[in-house]
């Protein structure tokens, strides 16, 4: 394994471990705020089934690997990539703003990817499969944050209507109980589709430094990693995300439980279509249509527009990111 490659796999660490921290916040927010459970056993509970998750599929790392590049590239475009990743996620995480670590990566591989054959001799729009960033990005970036607020918005008017007869204390507790089973399901999700996208950054790294067929699957040793990592990644962080999802609107735990298990439907489906959605996008709009089924009026709307602003943007300024630090490696001739 030579230098670069292991230089990638470094980075593709350091992202990962960043994504724990920064997007599974997401998974275990609505639990932490209806009080569910603690913060100490929600994110154990997140991070355990975080790496089981990790593990079960290959669906999304391979759209990675193999759905959106359309030449042979350099090993540096995916350190780029990751590099561009890192630098939005921190900056996002320090402003407290829930943001898509999916979308800072596959925007910074996508700029990175544009720079590389430009500067190769080839046309800008050339190495970039856009019929699969169509379908496999853009498609899901409008239709899964609509189809989490769909769903939780009916999910949780079928909760009212099924408990419209019991008290609200009885109500809570049982919810409560449920509660712990959709986090669970929720951070299983999340580790089907976000831990795959690092899988597939490294294992597209192999294939561009010649050290892995480009049709292989992902190595065991590679899924073994990225699950670890994203589930220790967890277990340190994440109530900067916590506190700006929990702005959106009051949450008890027939909510909770509403958009966590909408939000976990909606990803495990787009996994298995291998797509690679954001659970932040999901998971926020899924709080926001169980607040909209209650009242209109009981969504805070400047926070929510807050989220959408960093949601719009990330993709593009990812992408402008990934080909500044192209540009710069191939300065330096790396």
């Known amino acids: 394994m030579n230098i670069m490659i292991i230089t990638i796999v470094a980075?593709?660490?350091?992202?990962e471990f960043i994504n724990g921290f920064h997007d599974t916040a997401n998974a275990i927010a609505t639990t932490v705020y209806t009080r569910a459970l603690s913060v100490g056993k929600a994110i154990a509970w997140a991070a355990g089934l975080n790496f089981l998750g990790?593990?079960?599929?290959?669906n999304v790392a391979k759209t990675i690997a193999n759905g959106l590049i359309a030449v042979d590239i350099a090993e540096y475009v995916v350190l780029a990539a990751l590099l561009?990743?890192?630098?939005?996620?921190?900056?996002?995480?320090?402003?407290?703003?829930?943001s898509s670590s999916s979308h800072a990566l596959l925007g910074g591989l996508i700029g990175a990817t544009m720079a590389f054959t430009a500067l190769s001799g080839g046309g800008l729009l050339d190495g970039v499969k856009w019929l699969g960033v169509l379908n496999k990005i853009i498609i899901p970036l409008i239709t899964s944050p609509f189809l989490g607020f769909i769903a939780a918005y009916l999910l949780y008017?079928?909760?009212?209507?099924?408990?419209?007869?019991?008290?609200?204390?009885?109500?809570?507790?049982?919810?409560?109980?449920?509660?712990?089973?959709?986090?669970?399901?929720?951070?299983?999700?999340?580790?089907?589709?976000?831990?795959?996208?690092?899988?597939?950054?490294?294992?597209?790294a192999l294939t561009a430094g010649g050290m892995l067929p480009a049709s292989a699957g992902v190595p065991l040793?590679?899924?073994?990693?990225?699950?670890?990592?994203?589930a220790a990644g967890t277990s340190v962080g994440g109530w900067r995300v916590m506190k700006a999802m929990g702005s959106v609107?009051?949450?008890?735990?027939?909510?909770?439980?509403?958009?966590?298990?909408?939000?976990?439907?909606?990803?495990?489906?787009?996994?298995?279509?291998?797509?690679?959605?954001s659970t932040t996008q999901v998971i926020s709009t899924a709080v926001v249509g169980v607040g909209s089924a209650r009242r209109l009026r009981a969504v805070k709307w400047g926070a929510a527009?807050?989220?959408?602003?960093?949601?719009?943007?990330?993709?593009?300024?990812c992408a402008l990111l990934g080909a500044l630090a192209l540009v710069i490696m191939k300065a330096l001739c790396i």
């Open 54 to 58: 990790a593990l079960v599929s290959e």
């Open 84 to 98: 561009a990743a890192i630098a939005w996620d921190l900056t996002t995480w320090k402003l407290s703003i829930p």
């Open 249 to 277: 609107t009051k949450l008890e735990p027939p909510q909770g439980f509403a958009a966590e298990t909408a939000s976990a439907v909606v990803i495990e489906g787009m996994s298995a279509f291998g797509a690679p959605v």
């Open 157 to 204: 008017k079928l909760i009212l209507v099924l408990c419209a007869r019991m008290h609200r204390g009885p109500a809570n507790r049982l919810f409560l109980r449920l509660q712990v089973l959709s986090a669970g399901l929720m951070a299983f999700s999340h580790g089907t589709n976000d831990s795959q996208k690092t899988m597939g950054i490294i294992t597209l």
């Open 11 to 15: 980075a593709a660490v350091v992202f």
């Open 221 to 230: 040793w590679v899924k073994i990693l990225c699950g670890a990592v994203i």
């Open 305 to 317: 527009k807050r989220m959408l602003v960093a949601w719009l943007v990330t993709l593009p300024v």
